[in-house]
């Protein structure tokens, strides 16, 4: 584990308008590729087009359907760089407000609609702060950083009060103290300032 979790986000509602705004020509040039030459031949007013379809994320839509995802919700792909487990998608669907629709893409992308009375930006911070967080078990991934945790935890422990902060990377950061004084609260706080910026854990003593 080398990265911070991050989640990168792509208007599907935009690529949607993007796919219905094409000039009369682009569309015209792409029906008559459905026919074979022996249908050109034929006289044009005779022909019965076929309906505009869209293809989206969750199926087949007419053009003009008023149950197209982009029409009932405002729709993002997300794409990330920490694989999407089956409790991940237990967390989408059952845990984040807002969230309607769900679609999982890939093993590193997903799709969501976001329900009208819901602002995007909230529910995109409650997925970021939910998903984009460290386990014990994903930072002390490996024999190296865990024997490493496990001797400074051995050296703290003499101490009544002590945090430590280890980042994804297995590097270490701690503040310990006799007493539960100012300067081991700020240095706390550090600890967590830390661990919000780049990921990771916050270890701390029984006493906090």
């Known amino acids: 584990m080398s990265t ?8 599907w509602n935009a690529k949607a308008d993007a796919l219905l705004t094409q000039t009369e020509t682009e569309v015209i040039q ?5 026919f074979d030459d022996s249908l050109e031949m034929m006289n044009q007013d005779l022909l019965i087009q076929a309906p505009k379809m869209v293809y989206t994320p969750l199926g087949v839509y007419p053009e003009g ?3 197209k995802p982009s029409d009932r919700w405002d729709c993002w792909i997300c794409h990330t760089n920490f694989a999407i487990t089956e409790e991940i998608v237990d967390t989408l669907d059952n ?6 629709a769900l679609k999982i893409l890939g093993k590193y992308s997903f799709f969501i609609g976001v329900a009208k009375l819901f602002d995007i930006l909230d529910v995109r911070k409650d997925i970021e702060d939910t998903l984009c967080v460290y386990t014990e078990e994903e ?3 490996s024999d190296e950083v ?33 007493e ?17 910026l780049t990921g990771g854990i916050v270890l701390r003593s029984s006493n906090g």
């Open 146 to 178: 865990r024997v490493t945790v496990d001797l400074v935890r051995e050296q703290l422990n003499s101490k009544k009060y002590w945090s430590m902060f280890v980042s994804p990377e297995g590097e270490l950061d701690y503040v310990v103290s006799d």
């Open 30 to 34: 792409e029906e008559k590729n459905l």
């Open 95 to 100: 845990q984040i407000d807002g969230v309607e």
């Open 4 to 11: 911070h979790k991050k989640i990168a986000w792509e208007s």
């Open 139 to 141: 930072v002390l991934h």
């Open 180 to 196: 539960m004084d100012r300067d081991y609260l700020d240095g706390l706080n550090n600890l967590l300032e830390l661990k919000n």
């Open 65 to 67: 359907s008023h149950l």
